[in-house]
């Protein structure tokens, strides 16, 4: 368990895991709910690790093992999944129905404004360990079988029942109670338990996986990694709105990062005159080194961002993200492009209330488009050169987000090389990794020659670049 939980991130040294050890030996294993709260307290250390944790610890200590006993299967085999010819249209419809109505009367069987109640979580977790069991299932032999929580949920559809348990909700409290101030309450906490009953049968589609393919490889392969491990090019909806609450934090431990480097920087090198000086009071020995004091000035910093459809969410949180650091800077500008270029600093300082979506809000608020919707680095950094050269000086620090990719055109490297002889320096943060760079259509590789270019692929990365790169 450790060494997957490792794989996903998680920082577990030795000591952790002796106390992991130590743990066990003290509760047992009699009680899975306190062996779970013991190896967490134990193990985790950041933020944002319990759900890669909770989903580990599933597939490691699982509530039992095969299917949950007396199960209804719509076949012999029990793959209603599969559409087999052999399981009727009307038996496995008849299934899902009996499902949803037990799923309904499970969410409004005691009151949903008390979440503490254990009761509910219990038949929620019977119930998606039989609709995996029933509705689940795939393949057709070894090899290609398994089970499917998309497929269960694609089949059970439990966000449809909200208005019915609202409604069967409403009508225990009585009419005198219909339009109570806590019926926003109430459906909210239905919407959590649906989210709740979401996960619970991803988790058992993952147990019943585990034991045919093996515990390691699905714990290593099935898990959600952390949020600060989510591949920018490949996060979701809902990761993205993930790692923009992210944001804030972040920028807090960047910031003391930031500040803790200008404070080193500010003592300059030893000034050998006056240590040695110093060293006449105490025989010789220079115990309190002298430094020549520097007074840096704050840097400036230029984002100069891709926003199209392939690296918008990454461009939008590192917009973000600068923006919340802003007072580690004496001046913050942006500019946005596809395939012309724009400042919208503007537009990025009206954007920090409302985080959500910010790219997109800049492709239709700002002339980042020419004549077409597709990526031109040469064109947007040609017109960066020409028209906004004046942002750049020799305390900036430029910061260039994009993948690279010309679809074809031509890179003008010759407009990144007059930039970067004006700016104290230029790195490029590329959300592509490095094997990909110079395929296809990307000039990743002509403009690594002439800036500094590091794979940029999640905030865990961005993290360390943004605190160990940028000019103090």
Known sequence: MVRALRGHG?????????????????????????VRAGLAAALLRGEGQRPVFDAVFDLYFPLGVGAPTGTARPGEEGRAGTGAPDVPADRIAGLVADLRDRLAAALAATDPSDPSDPAASGRLARIAREAVEVLGRYGTGPGSDGWSAYQTLGRLQPETLLARVLAAVRAGRGADHAADVTDRLVEDEIRRRIRAFRGMVAGEARRRVAELRGTERIAERAVAPTPDRIDFLTAGTDQLAELRRTVHPLARKLATRLAARRRRAARGRIDLRRTLRRSLGTGGVPLRPAYRRRRPARPEIVLLCDVSGSVAGFADFTMLLVRAMRDQF????????????????????????????????????????????????GSALGEFAARHLDAVGPRTAVLVLGDARTNGWDPDVDALRLVADRARRVIWLNPEQASLWGSGDSAAQEYAAVVDMYACRNTRRLGELVGGLLPV
Do not use: C, K, M, W
Not at 348 to 366: E, H, K, M, S, Y
């Open 10 to 34: 998680l920082r577990i040294g030795p000591a952790e895991t002796v106390d992991a050890a130590a743990v066990l030996q003290a509760l047992g294993l009699t009680d899975r709910a306190y």
């Open 330 to 377: 004496s001046r913050v500008r942006v500019f946005a492009f596809v395939n012309r270029t724009a400042e919208v600093t503007d537009l990025v300082a009206a954007g920090t209330a409302d985080p959500a979506g910010l790219a997109q809000r800049i492709l239709t608020g700002a002339a980042v488009t020419g004549y077409h919707g597709s990526s031109d680095y």
